[in-house]
């Protein structure tokens, strides 16, 4: 990847697929989660080789949580296990969602605010029971936050800079809902292996895909 002239500062990562994957290799649908932790830490590996500033992961949104029950534990254990992992790794970490909903992983609570594990060497983003439409009001439920007529300050994600890169696995061609704000200038590249199918070669065609974009950000 030496011929690569430029890369995103910051990417994110819908790991979409997981249910249909599962279902494909004969197993029910929640266990499809657990098969898609070692891929993130693959991608985290590979993206700290590169230089790669920061990342963000779709953990789940609030529409997720209407799943069934097993579905639903499923993917916040799976959250959970991943950031337990992360522990371990250097990383500046920081956990977006609403958490005044009982859906939100408590055990999660202690990083929504930015947290250094190791040598904090780049910043991941995870977004675990989140919802645009929370985020985006966020200052209004929040007396406390004087966004001073500049929407970005006043929103949960604050903290998450603009995304040059956005890569979705299990092709669907949408946004579902992945920090609105963040993403307003994203680059948006599908594939169509399913999230657990992961491999390197496929974050290659997106960074090779990504250098003949266009980087004027509509001026």
Known sequence: MNHLKRLPKHIGIIPDGNRRWALKKGFEKQDGYKFGIQPGFDLYNLCLKLGIEEMTFYGFTSDNTKRP???TKAFQKACVDAVECLANRDADLLVVGNT???LFPKELLPYTKRTRFGKGLMKVNFLVNYDWNWDL???KKNSD???NDNLIEGIASFDISRIDLIIRWGGRCRLSGFLPIQSIYADFYILD???PDYT???VYKALEWYQ???VTLGG
């Open 212 to 214: 003949d974009q266009d």
């Open 193 to 195: 292996e399913m999230w």
């Open 100 to 102: 005044e909903s009982p």
């Open 69 to 71: 029950s097993l579905q």
């Open 137 to 139: 009001n966020y200052s």
């Open 145 to 147: 936050v004087n966004i």
């Open 200 to 202: 390197i070669e496929q």
